[in-house]
């Protein structure tokens, strides 16, 4: 591989890579009926004037795979974490016991669990999407550098290369899918 052409190639792995862990992350936020400290990333507090995560205020814990314990590092931010918690939409009510604040995870209904298959395979588009336009870009790049003076055949190497790792992105993205829908099927 020409060394003109091996950090772009480098590049476009290294975007893929976050467009992946973007997936996980996203994939992680969509319940499957266990808890999981995950299910309350994306919730503010309202901390001293500051919008602050949730997990920078407390403690989040499975004790069990049906209920959250969230134990916050200051008692008074108890009411501010419930209320946030219920302003998230996020579908789990608070129990607030003075000390610690309790969250049961229902059992999901098998028309929610397709509603949360079809929002996972819906997460895994925009990762295909967002993998095939860091392809286009790259193969954009590489014929801006044959118009720079690249060898043609180089470029045609490096496209092929650029499709080659295109495609076992999108394969990794099918398998992550695969294995969340199974976790959200399985009841």
């Known amino acids: 591989m020409n060394e003109l052409v091996k950090p772009k190639i480098d590049e476009t792995t290294a975007l ?3 467009a992946i862990a973007h997936l996980e992350n996203e994939l992680a ?15 503010f507090v309202d901390y001293y004037g500051n919008n602050t995560p949730l997990n920078q205020v407390a403690n989040i814990n499975t004790p069990d795979a049906r209920t959250l314990s969230i134990q916050p590092f200051e008692k008074k931010l ?7 918690i ?15 604040i309790r969250i049961g995870i229902p059992p999901l209904t098998e028309e929610r669990r397709r509603d949360l298959a079809k929002q996972s395979k819906g ?6 999407v967002s993998i095939r336009n860091i392809r286009r870009d790259s193969n954009e790049a590489i014929r801006k ?3 720079d003076g690249l060898a043609e055949d180089l470029a045609k190497d490096a496209e092929t290369k650029i499709q080659q790792i295109t495609d076992t992105y999108i394969v990794k993205t099918d398998k992550i899918l695969e294995i969340k829908e199974k976790e959200i099927m399985t009841v």
């Open 16 to 18: 893929m890579d976050k």
């Open 123 to 128: 997460e895994a588009e925009n990762a295909k």
């Open 78 to 84: 108890l009411g501010v974490i419930e209320k946030s």
């Open 86 to 100: 219920f302003a998230s939409n996020i579908g789990l009510t608070p129990m607030n016991d003075g000390q610690v």
């Open 145 to 147: 550098m044959v118009k």
């Open 29 to 43: 936020k969509i319940r499957a009926g266990k808890a999981s400290a995950g299910m309350l990333d994306g919730i």
